[in-house]
């Protein structure tokens, strides 16, 4: 993404004395993805933070750094139950994993319907327009 060389400004960002810009560099460094990996342990740091949205922002974004890449890779998997499983993991991320958009409209026609439901249901969470055009509603 074009915001990865912004990785360890964004970082620095976060152990400034003014929350609402530690809270915008937190969740800012999620939405870069795994480029911003290196940032993961000032994230974790802040994910401890006595600051409850500086907590929910770091968290979030450590998901979107770490876990997400893992779940898309996981969408690939011959086991229905883990792409099932996988497509919903990512609909807990809401509108910042437009990532996962294209692989869940590709899983829309799985011959699984648990990975069928699981990446509409995941759909309608990440990106509600695409998921009307394709029926879901």
Known sequence: PAGAPAVEDLANMIERDDPSVSWAAARSLGFIGSQAIGAVAVLEKAAASQDALLQENA?????????????LDALESDDGFKRGEAAAALGLYGP?????????VELLDDPD?????????????IDPITAQRHGIE
Do not use: N, T, Y
Request: proline share 6%; glycine share 6%; with cysteine.
């Open 59 to 71: 968290q979030r974004s450590i998901g979107l750094i770490v876990e997400v890449p893992k779940h």
């Open 96 to 104: 910042a994993c437009k990532v996962a958009v294209p692989k869940l």
């Open 113 to 125: 319907g648990f990975v069928r439901d699981s990446a509409a249901q995941s759909l309608k969470k």
